[in-house]
């Protein structure tokens, strides 16, 4: 058997549970059911993570940073503030439209979290990391678009992501 490096085996996992949460819900994404679909044995979950937990907190985790990645791939300051901000918001609503169960999936996922108990802090985690990703956009495009953040519009829409 090739040896996998544990990071690739946890990037493996967190799509297998994107997979199996958007084929069967949440519910379904027992350790044992995201192994499966990751084409590993049950161990190398133990190995990669502590819980299904840390788990569901990267999976949450990575999303975001996909979301982010998408919108700043566009940035185009030279088009001007607005365009700007248009195109990193249409990048973000095109991985929507892609995948649409994998947002549902995240929204599910908050549900389940605040209902479980064990689980709330990781809905918590998971609505820091958006604003996190809120504020790392607006931060870059503040600098792309060479906008002062004091006063900026962008901050004045965007008072939760401060």
């Known amino acids: 058997m090739v040896r996998i490096p544990a990071e690739e085996r946890r990037r493996q996992l967190v799509a297998a549970a994107f997979r199996v949460m958007a084929a069967d819900g949440v519910g379904a ?13 049950l ?6 993570f502590r819980s299904k937990n840390e ?14 990645r998408a919108a ?4 185009t300051p030279e088009d001007g503030l607005e365009v700007t901000i248009r ?3 249409r990048a973000y609503w095109q ?9 549902q999936v995240l929204y599910e996922l908050t549900q389940v979290a605040l209902r479980t108990p064990g689980l709330e802090d990781l809905a918590q985690r998971q609505y820091a990391r958006y604003q996190a990703g809120c504020r790392e956009m607006i931060e870059r495009i503040g600098v792309a678009c060479e906008v002062e953040s004091s006063g900026c519009c962008l901050w004045t829409y965007w008072p ?3």
């Open 87 to 89: 195109g990193a918001l």
């Open 72 to 75: 700043a791939d566009v940035l």
């Open 29 to 41: 994404a027992t350790t044992r059911a995201i192994a499966a679909e990751a084409g590993m044995p």
């Open 160 to 162: 939760g992501c401060w």
């Open 43 to 48: 161990s190398s979950f133990h190995y990669c």
């Open 95 to 103: 991985l929507v439209e892609e995948a649409p169960g994998e947002h």
């Open 55 to 68: 788990l569901l907190g990267e999976l949450a985790e990575q999303m975001v940073a996909r979301e982010v």
